[in-house]
């Protein structure tokens, strides 16, 4: 059982920027593709952005290309999501996730693929 940790949200201006992070308790994080999702209120769960197990491949979703950085530390388990030039369209509960993928280094954008998930943290983006 993997469990997963978020942190960095909070309130924040439109334009601003925070980091959320996000640390596993898993001894073979890297065997683990990761993603962040996200969900405001009324809406399904949405895809921001997936990081391959090493790194090297990463995809966005187009809302949030430019101006979202996800990136990952295997040596401290933990996958981060810069996001800056915030939008008050980007408001909602985000979401780490872990798939277990180990022999693959294409992310997946579907969340059914995930085996694991946070609780969760809030960002909120006031105009």
């Known amino acids: 059982q993997v469990q997963l940790v978020e942190s960095g949200g909070g309130l924040v201006q439109a334009g601003g920027s925070l980091r959320l992070s996000c640390a596993a308790s898993?001894?073979?994080?890297?065997?683990?593709?990761m993603g962040w999702f996200r969900q405001a209120p009324g809406t399904e769960r949405e895809f921001v952005a997936a990081i391959s197990t090493s790194g090297g491949s990463t995809v966005y979703a187009n809302s949030v290309k430019g101006r979202f950085t996800i990136s990952r530390d295997n040596a401290k388990k933990t996958v981060y999501l810069q996001m800056n030039s915030l939008k008050p369209e980007d408001t909602a509960v985000y979401y780490c996730a872990a798939d277990f993928t180990p022999f693959s280094n294409s992310p997946t954008l579907v969340p059914s693929s995930y085996d694991y998930w946070g609780q969760g943290t809030q960002v909120t983006v006031s105009s």
């Open positions: 898993e001894r073979t994080f890297s065997n683990y593709a």
